[in-house]
């Protein structure tokens, strides 16, 4: 079975310009969650799908960053425009909850530097 | 966003030691999972635990999930080299949200 795919897995840009990431979840998986990770600490939710719906994206920086999941499959992440401080990883994963057993599985991350 | 907290924050140890690092929180869990992530790569899921007081191992890996519902904790015995990386914990309540804590980096000396 097929993990969680992620592209690109590295991605260097010039500040104020646009970069968008693409995330494919195990396939079943209806819940999708996109984090932060920056370095030397742990993952922090960006925003968390049911299906096609955003049920979490309270910590999303709406003024720049965008996400979309249309037919509850795969899922775009997008800055617009990039800052310096948005240097970091960002790592996509899914789960589903079933009878109860909850496991969540992380692809292996888009590295994100912005110059 | 809420951060569990771990510690030890850095382990040194020699190959063939064990190790064993825990993580609280604040809120009661229903929950508990413990991730390896090593350089550039996303991490990597050791154990799943759903009931307070339950102990499950996977190889030399054992994990609690602790009875207060608010820690867990996770050993490994005779580590070995390929036992580096960050260790991280993750506690999830109702639902599909996880909180993750702040991570082990694990050095094995050969």
Request: hydrophobic residues 35%; proline residues 5%.
């Amino acid at each position: 079975e097929a993990g969680v795919v992620q592209s690109p897995r590295y991605k260097i840009i010039e500040k104020k310009q646009p970069v968008a990431f693409w995330c494919n979840p195990i396939s079943g998986h209806n819940t999708l969650y996109w984090y932060l990770q920056n370095l030397g600490q742990g993952p922090e939710l960006l925003i968390r799908y049911e299906n096609e719906e955003a049920v979490d994206d309270s910590q999303l920086p709406k003024d720049r960053f965008s996400a979309e999941r249309l037919k509850g499959v795969d899922s775009t992440l997008k800055i617009q425009p990039a800052e310096l401080g948005d240097s970091a990883v960002y790592l996509c994963a899914s789960s589903a909850a079933l009878g109860g057993y909850n496991e969540q599985f992380f692809g292996p991350g888009t590295r994100l530097t912005v110059l | 966003g809420q951060q569990l907290n771990q510690s030890p924050q850095s382990m040194f140890i020699q190959e063939g030691e064990d190790v064993s690092m825990n993580c609280t929180s604040s809120s009661i869990f229903n929950t508990w999972l413990w991730y390896k992530q090593d350089p550039g790569e996303g991490p990597v899921l050791l154990i799943a635990l759903y009931k307070a007081g339950e102990l499950t191992s996977n190889g030399r890996l054992t994990a609690q999930f602790g009875i207060t519902r608010k820690d867990s904790f996770l050993n490994i015995s005779a580590s070995i080299p390929s036992d580096v990386g960050i260790y991280f914990c993750a506690g999830a309540n109702t639902g599909n949200q996880f909180y993750f804590g702040t991570g082990t980096s694990l050095t094995v000396i050969p």
